[in-house]
């Protein structure tokens, strides 16, 4: 217990439980949506029933973080991204594929709800990334469809993705985004908005009811770690043994023990758990466990 108490102070705005308890703080969240799309929003609402911090099992092992909309009826979808998957056996970036799934997502919860699809609201799927996906040091990315034969035609659809690059040296920025940029990179406080969010990620820290959630949330993580490695220990282990029978024990153990990683890791995915979670819980990298996700 005392390990995990410890681990949530060592926790940066860069870890994925932290970011989301920091951007459910209201007056935070709408200030940064404001500076980076450079209007002034009149309140914001979290779009789930409950804002805690679990895990949400899907059909592909995604969860989307935090989902907000504002008065204006905008839709928003902000994650952090610390790691730029990668599919190891086709040599794919998955980014790009996975914006597809959660703009998905989104409108698909809109229309269960009962709207038709012109009555579907603006998106922004927003990502803040420390690395530069696209390598040309913009400081934000943003996507909108255009006709290839006449870029000036825009096709009003209404979603826009954002990639936010903390490393970007080129394109304007507020100066709060940059100084949040500069924070999510170094921990450094340059203004008095990232003392703000420094200050409240203090108060997230010493908060009760946040450092009990860290706990139940690591030992539902490693409860679902341990079931998935003692199911996937027992379906590789025998496969690895059949065929070690005619291959050759040693082979055989040695490919039984490949075969417990992989399947360990598709039922973690199938739980929802993050790629890196089970990067971690498998030993495997997180290029491999993308690889085994996009089979």
């Known amino acids: 217990?005392?390990?995990?108490?410890s681990n949530l102070d060592k926790l940066t705005l860069s870890n994925d439980f932290l970011f989301k308890h920091v951007m459910l703080r209201k007056r935070i969240c709408k200030h940064i949506l404001e500076e980076l799309l450079h209007t002034r929003i009149a309140d914001i609402t979290?779009?789930?029933?409950?804002?805690?911090i679990d895990v949400y099992p899907d059909s592909h092992g995604i969860r989307l973080d935090v989902r907000i909309a504002d008065t204006a009826n905008?839709?928003?979808?902000?994650?952090?991204q610390v790691k730029n998957p990668v599919n190891r056996a086709t040599g794919k970036f998955l980014l790009p594929k996975r914006t597809r799934y959660?703009?998905?997502m989104l409108d698909t919860d809109m229309l269960q709800k009962g709207q038709d699809y012109d009555e579907l609201s603006p998106t922004y799927i927003i990502f803040f990334c420390l690395f530069d996906f696209f390598q040309d040091s913009q400081r934000i990315y943003t996507f909108k469809k255009r006709c290839l034969e006449n870029m000036n035609i825009e096709l009003a659809d209404e979603a826009v993705i954002m990639f936010l690059n903390t490393?970007?040296?080129?394109?304007?920025?507020?100066?709060?985004?940059q100084s949040l940029f500069d924070y999510i990179n170094s921990n450094t406080i340059t203004s008095n908005f990232t003392r703000e969010v420094a200050d409240t990620i203090v108060e997230i820290k010493n908060d009760k009811k946040v450092r009990d959630a860290y706990m139940t949330y690591e030992m539902r993580m490693k409860d679902l770690r341990d079931e998935a490695h003692a199911e996937g220990k027992a379906e590789g282990l025998a496969e690895g043994k059949a065929e070690g029978l005619a291959e050759g024990k040693a082979e055989g153990l040695a490919e039984g023990k490949?075969?417990?990683?992989?399947?360990?890791?598709?039922?973690?995915l199938s739980m929802g758990l993050s790629v890196e979670d089970i990067a971690k819980a498998t030993s495997?990298?997180?290029?491999?466990?993308e690889a085994i996700k996009a089979e």
């Open 1 to 5: 217990m005392q390990k995990q108490i």
């Open 46 to 52: 979290y779009l789930e029933a409950e804002q805690t």
């Open 74 to 80: 905008t839709h928003y979808n902000l994650e952090m």
């Open 102 to 104: 959660y703009q998905a």
């Open 167 to 177: 490393l970007g040296t080129k394109g304007d920025v507020s100066p709060d985004i």
């Open 258 to 268: 490949a075969k417990e990683k992989t399947a360990t890791a598709k039922r973690l």
């Open 284 to 289: 495997l990298s997180v290029e491999q466990v």
